[in-house]
């Protein structure tokens, strides 16, 4: 279900801001100058869970696909760095400062949180997607996404928490053919939340 609140300008889902920036204008804009540009952003109903993502370079990375996706905001949980962290930066070409993200301690304060901001929309019910390889998940492309929708990964070693995965309407695998068990996760949380970005922009078209 797509509330009206939700409904997306089909030109900003064809790409047309009026800024772009490179890695290297990104690196050194000043955060008061994108400041208004930030307030235009048309953001989509997704949201990205991190859960004890210990590598900065992947939180960096997760930032750039953040923006990539024009994601309503990105939460850092539990053990692991946030910015102005040095390596969050560099890895994140300064896509920190145009991504809107906050710090909770578990996931679970997240999604409250989450919860608490859409409250005040019509209908709206957190549908929330944990990437990891469980014996109750199913295929990423067989999931009924709907909107708003939380995407949470979990820590490069051991994965989403146990206790995490109960919060979780659905747990998304994605295939793998060789002998290597798991993807990066930047990787694999750009899988899944294209997939998900394809299915909003059909929802989008229809209306």
């Known amino acids: 279900m797509l509330n009206e609140y939700w409904l997306l300008d089909i030109e900003y889902l064809d790409y047309n801001s009026k800024m772009k ?16 540009q930030i307030n235009n952003i048309k953001r989509h109903p997704i949201y990205f869970i991190l859960e004890n993502v210990y590598d900065t370079y992947n939180v960096g990375g997760l930032f750039r ?13 539990g053990e692991m760095e946030i910015p102005p962290n040095p390596k969050i930066k560099k890895a994140s070409i300064g896509t920190y400062k145009v991504v809107p993200w906050e710090y909770k301690k578990t996931v679970k304060e997240a999604i409250d949180n989450i919860k608490y901001q859409i409250s005040n929309v019509k209908c709206q019910k957190l549908s929330v997607v944990a990437i990891e390889q469980d014996k109750k998940s199913i295929p990423y492309t067989q999931i009924q996404y709907s909107f708003p929708v939380a995407l949470i990964v979990g820590n490069e070693t051991y994965g989403v928490l146990p206790e995490t995965i109960l919060l979780s309407d659905y747990i998304a695998e994605i295939p793998m053919w060789g002998i290597n068990k798991s993807l990066n996760v930047i990787v694999s949380a750009a899988i899944v939340s294209y997939r998900i970005m394809d299915k909003l922009v059909l929802m989008s078209n229809d209306k």
């Open 21 to 36: 920036l490179n890695a290297k204008e990104m690196r050194t804009v000043d955060e008061n100058v994108v400041k208004a």
């Open 65 to 77: 696909l953040a923006d990539a996706l024009g994601v309503s905001k990105m939460y850092l949980c």
